[in-house]
């Protein structure tokens, strides 16, 4: 730990300010709470949302994880724990199973997360009523009186135009048959781990200086259509060239030698426990 800095870096003046309105964003579910965004020595854009709301919550005593696309060692990730190892001294860990803090960006992990557990997203567009509607001002009367039929005619113009909804990340969900929320960039396939999670999800965004969350057990439902339900990315008769799982999100990827497309597992600990496993049994 870097004794020059303060605790978790950021003053405790805004840890506290920060964890009021954490506390906002829990008692009403997918409600976008403002908040006064600090600066850090990353750029806004890359995390600092997230980052934010993990050194405002983390203790001497929690263990922290960091992933980035499902990988604990892209740059993004790395510089992440860094900061956050520099100014706190805790431990860390690739375990999903064994973190107390895991910030993640575009991914929520495959191993089911646990009551003690809390899950921080980084949000790049929280106000998943942008694309219709440029003005704040109007999002803002659209939450309050729960209009959201924009969003449904955007998925309904997709059905048209390709069959279905086409949407693959930032697909938006109603959270707690009231708000709706942007589950950040995180894969359909992702959606439905946030439906009665039983961590606390915690969800920020820097650069546009809002917070929300979603609390333990709290419902959460993908938008869609009696006769077009929502699906999630199909990945049936294919499964991980290293573990054989297939219940899980895959990258599709390509071999440069041979030019042969295979699938591995998105999440890395997880893939790694998988083959430690196989390697065990």
Known sequence: MNKRMNFAFLDENSKKEIRRKILKAIAIPGYQVPFASRELPIARGWGTGGLQLSLSIIGQDDTLKVIDQGSDQSVNAVNIKKLIVD?????????????????????????????????????????????????????????????????????????????????????????????????????????????????????GAGREKKIYAVPPYTKVKSIDFEDYPFEREDFTGKKCRLTGASDVFLDELQDEKTGETYYQVNDQSYMLELLNKGQHS
Request: a neutral charge; aromatic letters at 8%; zero cysteines.
């Open 87 to 203: 100014s706190t001294g805790v431990k860390t860990t690739i375990r999903t199973q064994d973190a107390d803090i895991i910030q993640s960006r575009h991914r929520i992990p495959e191993v089911p997360l646990e009551e003690h557990q809390i899950l921080v997203l980084q949000v790049p567009e929280p106000e998943p009523l942008r694309k219709a509607e440029p003005y704040e001002r109007k999002t803002k009367e659209m939450h309050a009186y729960g209009d959201y039929s924009v969003a449904y005619l955007n998925i309904f113009e997709e059905i048209i135009k390709y069959g279905k909804a086409s949407m693959h990340a930032d697909y938006p969900v109603l959270v707690n048959d009231r708000y709706l929320m942007a589950p950040s960039p995180i894969p359909r396939f992702d959606n439905p781990k946030m439906s009665y999670n039983k961590a606390l999800i915690l969800l």
